[in-house]
Nanobody, 123 residues
Framework: QVQLVESGGGLVQAGGSLRLSCAAS????????MGWFHQAPGKEREFAAA????????YYADSVKSRFTISRDNAKNTVYLQMNSLKPEDTAVYYC????????????????WGQGTQVTVSS
């Protein structure tokens, strides 16, 4: 089992950047593939990015590809999401989660969610 805490959200102007962090507790962090999801008001929680256990593979939703970069530091038990060229439509609560299923972009294939961090992009 792993506990996750996100941080780094905030208010930024369109075109700006933010770096989200997700700190994990427990000694099993490096055994999990990890993902980031985002949920805008009134919408479903959607996949943004994922990374394999040893950072060999990364996956991105089309909406964030080439703008967001997921990375991890297993020595620090932390996964990151670097968000560049932010758009107002990126406004959402961002969650990290541990991947425990088969599909990278399916919410049900993730467990141990964090509480989320709010990202607001002004136009």
């Amino acid at each position: 089992q792993v506990q996750l805490v996100e941080s780094g959200g905030g208010l930024v102007q369109a075109g700006g950047s933010l770096r989200l962090s997700c700190a994990a507790s427990g000694r099993t962090f490096s055994s999990y593939d990890m993902g980031w999801f985002h949920q805008a008001p009134g919408k479903e929680r959607e996949f943004a990015a994922a990374i394999s256990r040893k950072s060999g593979r990364t996956y991105y939703a089309d909406s964030v590809k080439s703008r967001f970069t997921i990375s991890r530091d297993n020595a620090k038990n932390t996964v990151y999401l670097q968000m560049n060229s932010l758009k107002p439509e990126d406004t959402a609560v961002y969650y990290c989660a541990a991947h425990t299923g088969r599909s990278w972009n399916v919410r049900a294939d993730y467990d141990y969610w964090g509480q989320g961090t709010q990202v607001t992009v002004s136009s």
